[in-house]
C-alpha cells in the first residue's frame, strides 16, 4: 500500500512537470489521474489496491461517527430522567482481532463512545473488559461491538 501511495504521488508529480504549472489543481488532477491508473493496473501490482483501504478508513471513521452520536444521545437521555432505572457493569469482551494496534483501536473506539470504557485487557490479548452504564442484555451489546468495530478494524488492517 505505501508503495501505491508513492507511486500515485510521483505520478501526479509527473503530471504537474509534464503541464508546467505548479498550482494544487493541476497537482489534483494529476493525483486523480494516477490513482485511476493504478485502479487500471491493479492486477499487476504485488499488493490489493489501496483505494479499497481508505474506503475501509472511512466507513470506520462513520461507523465511530453513528456511535459517538447514539451513545451520547442515550447517555443524555439517562442524565435528564428523573429516576435513574440504569444497570451498569462489567462484561468481558472476547476478540478476533490480533495486532496490539487493531485492539488498541478497538479499545479507544470503545472507550471513546459516551458509556462505555475499556477497563482491562487480558494478557493474551484476546478478552476485553468493558464497563458500559447501562447494559440490558450483554450478549447483544458483544453481538453489537462485533458486527460494528470489530468487523470494521478487521476491514481496515487485513
Known sequence: MPFQILLNLILA????????????????????????????LR????YSFYGQKIVAVVKLLLLFLKELILSSISVIKQI???DLDIRPGIFAFETQLKSDWEITTLACLISLTPGTLTVSVTPDKSILYIHAIDIPDAEQTIAQIKDSFEQAIMEVSR
Open 13 to 40: 508529480l509527473i503530471w504537474v512537470l509534464l503541464n508546467n504549472s505548479w498550482d494544487l489543481v493541476t497537482f489534483s488532477i494529476g493525483y486523480v489521474l494516477g490513482f485511476l491508473l493504478i485502479f487500471a
Open 43 to 46: 492486477r499487476f501490482l504485488p
Open 80 to 82: 435528564i430522567k428523573p
